[in-house]
C-alpha cells in the first residue's frame, strides 16, 4: 500500500483550463520546495531539476484573459512525465501569468474568495521580482510600482503566515516591524532575513 501511494505522489497531472480547454502539465513537487530548490527569502524557488517545477498558485492560461487555480481545473490524466509528453505532444507546462497579467486577473474577478485573492497577490509578488518582464515594470512603469507596493500591503493583511509578513515588512522598509516578528523565531530563514533587516537590506535574496 505504501508502495502505492509513493507511486501516485510521483505522478504529473494534466489539468484543463476550465474556461476554454486548454491543457497543462503540473509537477508532483506542487508548491513545495525540494532539498536541492534554490530559496529565496519571498518564499519562491527554483528546483534544479528542469522535469520537477513549482506549481504556480494560478496557473497562467494562454488562451484566456484570466488564469485558474490549479484545482480549478479539470484532471485529464496522470501518470509518468514520459508516458503524459507522448500521449500529449505540444502540452505546455502549467507556469503562472505574467505580471501584467496578474494586475489585470486581480482587478477583473469581481467575486473572489480569500484564498484565491492571496495566491493571485503571491504570485504578482513572485512575477515583478523574479521574472524579467516583472524587473522591467518595476524599473520603468510608476503606476505598476504604486500596485506592487499596494499588493503587498494588501497581502499582509491576508496571509498568517509571520515569516511571508516578516519579509514583506522588510521588502516595504519596515524594518523595526520586520524584527519584531521574527525576535522569538530561531529558523535558518528567519534568522536570514533578519539579518538583513538589522542591514537595512528591503531587497529579495537568495537563503543560503
Known amino acids: 500500500m505504501a508502495l502505492k501511494s509513493d507511486k501516485q505522489q510521483n505522478q504529473y497531472t494534466v489539468l484543463e483550463c476550465p474556461e476554454c480547454g486548454e491543457q497543462y ?10 532539498e536541492a530548490a534554490t530559496l529565496f ?3 519562491f524557488f527554483i528546483e534544479n531539476d528542469d522535469s520537477n517545477w513549482r506549481t504556480p498558485l494560478i496557473i497562467g492560461c494562454v488562451t484566456c484573459e484570466l488564469g485558474f487555480m490549479p484545482q480549478a481545473g479539470k484532471v485529464i490524466a496522470k501518470g509518468s512525465l514520459y508516458e503524459l509528453l507522448e500521449k500529449y505532444p505540444g502540452i505546455k507546462k502549467a507556469t503562472p501569468p505574467t505580471a501584467g497579467a496578474l ?5 477583473a474577478r469581481t467575486k473572489i474568495s480569500e484564498s484565491e485573492e492571496i495566491a493571485i497577490r503571491r504570485e504578482l509578488w513572485y512575477a515583478a521580482l523574479h521574472t524579467e518582464k516583472g524587473r522591467a515594470l518595476l524599473q520603468c512603469n510608476k503606476k505598476f510600482v504604486a500596485f ?27 524594518f523595526d516591524q520586520c524584527l519584531d516578528l521574527l ?7 528567519a534568522k536570514q532575513i533578519g ?14
Not at 494586475?103 to 482587478?107: I, K
Not at 494588501?154 to 519579509?167: F, P
Open 148 to 174: 506592487f507596493h499596494q499588493n503587498l500591503m494588501r497581502l499582509i493583511n491576508r496571509v498568517s503566515d509571520t515569516l511571508l509578513q516578516a519579509e514583506i515588512y522588510r521588502q516595504t522598509g519596515a
Open 195 to 208: 539579518q538583513q533587516a538589522n542591514a537595512k537590506n528591503s531587497m529579495v535574496f537568495q537563503i543560503e
Open 25 to 34: 502539465i503540473v509537477s508532483p513537487r506542487g508548491n513545495l520546495p525540494s
Open 183 to 189: 525576535q522569538n523565531d530561531s529558523e535558518t530563514m
Open 41 to 43: 527569502s519571498d518564499g
Open 103 to 107: 494586475v489585470l486577473d486581480l482587478r
